[in-house]
């Protein structure tokens, strides 16, 4: 028997848009969040704005969770996981784990949505002492410190004279295994040192890094305004260790464009830490028996002209599970992968009807 | 404090390190291990493997994988250096192994790795290379006894020659027909191993074995570069040990010694030797070891000796301060092997055994503070030179160091 | 091709001769056919961690990035350039494989310096000026240095205990209880058969005739020792 009901996995950004998608177009969703609450990572890692916008993040989710809710057909699942789908398009037995237990509902299609994780800075590779220095963080970290307007070293408590972001941390890295740039730290990094530098006007803000990636509209959202109106430093070479002195941070890199090495105090190291696939998106590939990329990321079926179709027929990925990306990213194959599950169920092609 | 700070805190506390996740580290040319390859290549017959004999201890190397270091059974490759100019690390090196009770071959079927010319001149080439590694290889298989190499450039560069001896094919025959010639078959050994890896290996057992006290001892450590920056995936790291970010090497051993270890900002710099450098550009070598290295340990460890685990390390922090001295600058730290300390901690001599004569930086206030009079140490050692040069004795043997 | 080589260093001052492209691009191509070169270079975006590192670039007008990414660009011009001036500056302490795109400027140094000894580059034989005991060292006896090697005339910047050691040499020998240890012309006790073995090595690999090309004095002796030793145990090469 076939089912018209989607089922998106992940209550992110793209999981939330992917989700109103389909309502939108008059469907039946289910939307499965493991969390307790919808919001994904913006929420659960405490950004304070969002990129490039500025605009809080809390805000802009509750608006899009109110905007998804206000549909009719969407069903919420929070603090559950799929644990299990078999079937084919069109008739898929998809299993959902919550606190009262299991519960199988049938659905024609499902969209992933499961995101990414924050790259580990504490990794081998790294010589960044993340763990070993409190005042070397990363910029969800930072996000944190921004959400509640006060930024301090976490060694003392007391404002930062000199801050630096070390971009590529976790990217572009053969060693790591990591050789994808994961596209929204220079612009991250760079809204982070526009508002350090608008909460704390002494504090000197430097942006260490090998290409600045502010591709499209970001270069006069973020980049230019960083630069002429904020003062924010940006100086080509990478930090290659951080190091503790005189009760500060050693940093050590080569100042490329004088080429020389060069080493500076600063008072807050923050690694702008790139993007791996979560948890989430490499346990739900194994579920769902969709391909992953070496990566571990969601491996589209036929890019770069269709970017959300998966391995298996009926489903579908979207925004961070798919590769590094960002929120103007995410929203567009979030809407992507709806139109196509909805025009996938509407066809009468799928497997199921076919068979 | 407010509560995001907390929660970092926290966070960080709660962690302290990173977690390695083998799914995400799968696809990761680093983590994959070399053995497979090294074993089908035995099994196509293109050479042997000399195991890593039993007992061995596995110990950890930077992405997680167990390295086995055998306990016994050790075929000595020395090391130029130290043999010719810091002797007393190798004899402190046999003296462990001697005190502990390992069975061992100190062979004259050894040659040098002639790495050290070969970074210094590049009077050499690939070919060369691997050959004089795979028959210093053959020479410890044709004992049984298994290959434990002294010097970090040798072993470094023993790493590189297995590392290009499994890429390429061509270069495997033409040294298994080099040695046809020599009438040897071409060895690898199943791990390469440093000797500074038997003494990680064997802390806490050489600790079982102190006899002086050196928790009043601060050390700062200088690791080779050779060692862990060299095929980097085969260096010991623990991930309690400077969050797994560093090499674990050397920290460890003085730390199960119970001496306290000091940090210094320049600790992942090189010493400055540059292999010709040291030998004809000694300005270069002089300058950074003093300016990088020993300066700034004195500023900001003040520790009371230096240690490290090879020969040119051991060389150029030690003989580049004199002339720094000369000059008013702020030097003076005894460098050491770290064989050399655990040698100390376990009693040795530190003439007879740590031959520490043959050093420049000035390392009395250091035995002072271990307890050791060296004054008498010094008039123990003349009083044997004396019967040496009575003619009656010929050499001084291992029962006259530990009488 | 290119004109940026030019500024680093005027060619006065380096002291060397220059020579048609074709004759530098010959030798670049010497390079790109070693076969390690596949995995020493792989591109580079310049993000500095080679420099920032590197002791050498501390100390001279040295980068190992200008080295990277001259090879990266093919810039023929450039290389031979940087294997007349550069590359006896490079420490080889390996810091450099921190290299985020897993290039590796130390042994791409290292086959550079190897080419600039096989064609006798200018570079090269100056280099290895005052290093040929070293060589004659290694190659005749497998070990690099020895006991007597320390003399205080040699290493007067090592402070007085040179001076003890070189004195006291014979005896301090003896006073070393590993039975190995008591030589003072070689590091350690070698057998003479592992010299013959040492010896068909050198002369099997070629090593021995790349000396020919920096020193032939040096070369000479090298070849009338070896030879020698090799005729006793009756083998002919």
Request: hydrophobic letters at 40%; glycine letters at 8%; aromatic letters at 8%.
């Amino acid at each position: 028997m076939s089912s018209d009901r989607v089922v998106v996995v992940g209550g992110g950004p793209g999981g939330i848009e992917a989700a109103r998608g389909v309502a939108g177009l008059g469907l039946e969703v289910t939307i499965v969040e493991k969390l307790e609450r919808l919001g994904g990572t913006p929420i659960s890692e405490n950004y304070a704005a969002l990129t490039p916008n500025f605009e809080d993040a809390e805000a802009a989710m509750d608006r899009m969770i109110e905007a998804m809710l206000a549909l009719p057909g969407v069903d919420v699942r929070t603090s559950s996981t799929v644990s299990a789908c078999e079937g084919e398009s069109g008739d898929f037995k998809v299993t959902i784990s919550g606190a009262a237990g299991d519960e199988t509902i049938d659905a024609g299609a499902v969209i992933l949505a499961t995101g990414f994780q924050h790259f580990d800075p504490g990794r081998e590779t790294q010589m960044y002492g993340y763990y070993e220095h409190p005042d070397v963080i990363a910029l969800q970290d930072l996000e944190a410190m921004l959400k509640d307007h006060n930024v301090v070293r976490p060694s003392n408590g007391e404002a930062p004279k000199r801050v630096c972001f070390v971009q590529c941390v976790g990217s572009r890295d053969r060693h790591i295994g990591n050789e994808y740039c994961s596209k929204v730290c220079c612009g991250v990094a760079s809204k982070e040192a526009i508002e350090i530098r608008k909460l704390l006007p002494d504090c000197k803000v430097f942006i260490f890094y090998i290409d600045m990636r502010m591709y499209g509209y970001w270069e006069n959202q973020i980049y230019w305004p960083a630069q002429e109106e904020h003062h924010v430093q940006y100086v080509k070479g990478i930090i290659t260790e951080v190091l503790k002195k005189d009760g500060r941070l050693l940093v050590r890199g080569e100042d490329t464009t004088m080429g020389r090495p060069m080493e500076v105090l600063m008072d807050l190291v923050v690694l702008s830490v790139g993007m791996e696939p979560s948890r989430g998106t490499r346990e739900m590939a194994g579920v769902l028996g969709i391909q992953q990329n070496k990566y571990g990321f969601i491996e589209a079926a036929n890019p770069p002209l269709d970017t959300v179709t998966t391995s298996r027929e009926g489903i579908y990925a979207c925004g961070a599970a798919l590769g590094p990306a960002d929120l103007e990213d995410t929203i567009s194959s979030a809407g992507a992968a709806a139109m196509k599950a909805v025009s996938l169920l509407r066809s009468g092609k799928t497997a199921a009807a076919s068979s | 404090m407010t509560i995001p700070v907390e929660a970092l805190l926290k966070k960080k506390e709660n962690k302290s390190r990173f977690d390695r996740d083998a799914e995400l580290a799968a696809g990761d040319a680093k983590r994959r291990d070399f053995h497979e390859e090294l074993f089908e290549l035995e099994e196509k017959g293109e050479w042997i493997v000399q195991r890593v004999p039993e007992p061995y201890v596995e110990v950890p190397t930077k992405y997680g994988r167990m390295k086995k270091v055998p306990k016994q059974m050790m075929w000595h490759h020395k090391s130029c250096g130290q043999c010719g100019h810091i002797p007393g690390y190798s004899t402190s090196i046999f003296w462990v192994q001697r005190k502990l009770g390992v069975d061992y071959n100190d062979p004259t079927d050894q040659t040098s790795c002639t790495a050290w010319n070969y970074y210094a001149s590049a009077t050499s080439n690939a070919a060369a290379q691997a050959a004089v590694a795979g028959r210093n290889f053959a020479a410890a298989y044709e004992t049984g006894y298994f290959p434990l190499i002294h010097c970090g450039t040798s072993y470094g560069h023993y790493k590189e020659v297995r590392e290009e001896l499994l890429l390429h094919g061509e270069l495997r025959k033409e040294v298994r027909e080099i040695m046809k010639t020599l009438g040897k078959p071409l060895v690898m050994p199943e791990e390469i191993v440093h000797y500074s890896e038997w003494f990680y290996a064997m802390k806490d057992e050489i600790a079982k074995h102190q006899v002086r006290d050196f928790s009043d001892i601060a050390v700062t450590v200088h690791p080779a570069c050779h060692y862990y920056k060299l095929v980097e995936q085969d260096a010991i790291y623990d991930p309690d040990v400077y969050g797994g970010q560093r090499t674990a090497i050397v920290s460890g051993v003085a730390t199960a010694l119970g001496a306290e270890v000091r940090d210094y900002s320049t600790w992942f710099d090189c010493c400055g030797f540059g292999f010709r450098h040291i030998l004809v550009q000694r300005d270069f070598t002089r300058s950074f070891a003093t300016q990088r290295k020993i300066e700034k340990m004195k500023e900001e460890a003040n520790p009371d000796v230096t240690l490290t685990h090879d020969t040119g390390c051991v060389t150029t922090l030690d003989k580049s301060q004199f002339a720094a001295q000369a000059h008013d600058r702020n030097v003076g730290v005894p460098v050491m092997s770290e064989a050399q300390f655990a040698a100390l901690a376990m009693g040795a001599h530190p003439y007879k055994v740590c031959q520490l004569h043959w050093h420049s930086a000035d390392y009395r206030p250091l035995l002072e503070k271990m307890g050791i009079d060296w004054r008498a140490a010094w008039a123990e050692f003349e009083a044997e030179v004396e019967r040496l040069e009575k003619g009656e004795i010929d050499f001084l043997t291992w029962a006259d160091v530990d009488a | 091709m290119s004109q940026t080589g030019a500024l680093y260093k005027a060619e006065a001052v380096a002291g060397y001769a220059d020579v048609p492209l074709e004759e530098k691009q010959r030798l670049f191509d010497e390079v790109k056919a070693d076969m390690r070169f596949p995995d020493y270079i792989y591109g580079c975006y310049e993000c500095g961690i080679c420099v920032a590192v590197c002791p050498s670039a501390r100390f001279y007008d040295f980068s190992p990035r200008r080295i990277a990414q001259a090879v990266a660009r093919e810039d023929a011009e450039l290389v031979y350039q940087q294997m007349q001036e550069d590359i006896w500056e490079c420490s080889q302490c390996f810091s450099c494989l921190r290299c985020p795109r897993g290039n590796n400027p130390g042994g791409i140094i290292t086959i550079m310096r190897e080419v600039s000894i096989n064609n006798g580059l200018a570079s090269a034989r100056e280099a290895l000026e005052g290093y040929t005991r070293i060589i004659y060292k290694i190659m005749s006896t497998g070990t690099q240095v020895s006991p007597d090697m320390l003399q205080p005339d040699a290493f007067p910047d090592w402070g007085p205990e040179v001076k003890d050691v070189s004195d006291k040499l014979e005896l301090w020998r003896r006073a070393l209880p590993p039975e190995t240890h008591h030589t003072t012309t070689t590091g350690w006790e070698v057998s003479d058969k592992t010299l013959v073995e040492l010896y068909l090595i050198w002369h099997k690999t070629g090593a021995l005739k790349m000396i020919e090309e920096v020193d032939e004095g040096l070369h000479m002796i090298l070849e009338e020792v070896m030879e020698e030793r090799l005729e006793e145990e009756g083998i002919e090469v």
